[in-house]
């Protein structure tokens, strides 16, 4: 256990359809960063925050969007889906901007 | 930008074998060089890291140097096992300058299986 918590750790949805992908950092730390690993692309860096606010945006799409809660939970909002955002999803926790980046188990997302 | 390139796979090797995976990158600033490895169907572990140029990042019998004037950090074993396959990432992150956002950019991944 890493100390970084994805929920849940599989999701089957169709097209068109809304998620939300949630992740718990570890104690501590005040910043979450998401990723996507998928086949064609590899991991890519979707979009960071540190303590509520967004602090860097990488390539997500505009059909996604995420936050972070007072609590320092993450949440990452996935809409109109299409087969294409089929992957694993990773998030990773890091205090402040030090330290390792601890990643969680990842959610892996399938869309049918 | 920052980019991170990684030999491809997949890697191949008999048990006991050396092992080497390529890494070069590319960056401004004063990165940071990571690995990371990935079991089937579990998320990434950090396997080492260097934090500035001739450090040596050193776990479980992997080694890698951080090489500022070839911009490489490629991973070594002397001995593989069968337990270490798995796949491995390099990755980078820029802890320095304004636009600093700490995030880790990631090589595509290199794919080493180990066989008895």
């Known amino acids: 256990d890493s100390g970084v918590t994805q929920t849940p750790k599989h999701l089957i949805t169709a097209t068109g359809q809304r998620v939300t992908l949630r992740c718990s950092p570890r104690?501590?730390?005040?910043?979450v960063y998401w990723y996507q690993q998928s086949l064609d692309q590899g991991l890519q860096f979707l979009i960071q925050y540190y303590n509520g606010e967004e602090r860097a945006k990488g390539n997500i799409l505009e059909r996604f969007s995420a936050q972070q809660f007072p609590d320092l939970h993450s949440e990452l909002n996935l809409s109109s889906l299409e087969l294409g955002d089929s992957a694993l999803y990773f998030c990773a926790s890091r205090y402040r901007g030090q330290g390792d980046y601890t990643f969680g188990s990842g959610t892996r997302l399938t869309v049918v | 930008g920052d980019s991170v390139t990684q030999m491809e796979g997949p890697v191949t090797l008999s048990e006991e074998a050396f092992l080497t995976i390529n890494c070069t990158y590319t960056?401004?600033?004063?990165?940071?060089l990571f690995w990371y490895v990935q079991y089937p169907g579990e998320g990434l572990q950090l396997l080492l890291k260097a934090t500035k140029a001739d450090d040596k990042g050193s776990n479980k019998g992997f080694e890698a140097t951080y090489r500022k004037e070839t911009t490489s950090f490629h991973l070594e074993k002397g001995s593989v096992q069968v337990s270490d396959s798995a796949v491995y990432f390099c990755?980078?992150?820029?802890?320095?300058?304004?636009?600093?956002?700490?995030?880790?950019?990631f090589g595509q991944g290199t794919t080493l299986q180990v066989k008895p």
């Open positions: 960056a401004t600033g004063y990165p940071s």
């Open positions: 990755a980078l992150s820029d802890l320095r300058g304004s636009s600093n956002t700490g995030k880790l950019i």
């Open positions: 104690s501590g730390d005040l910043s």
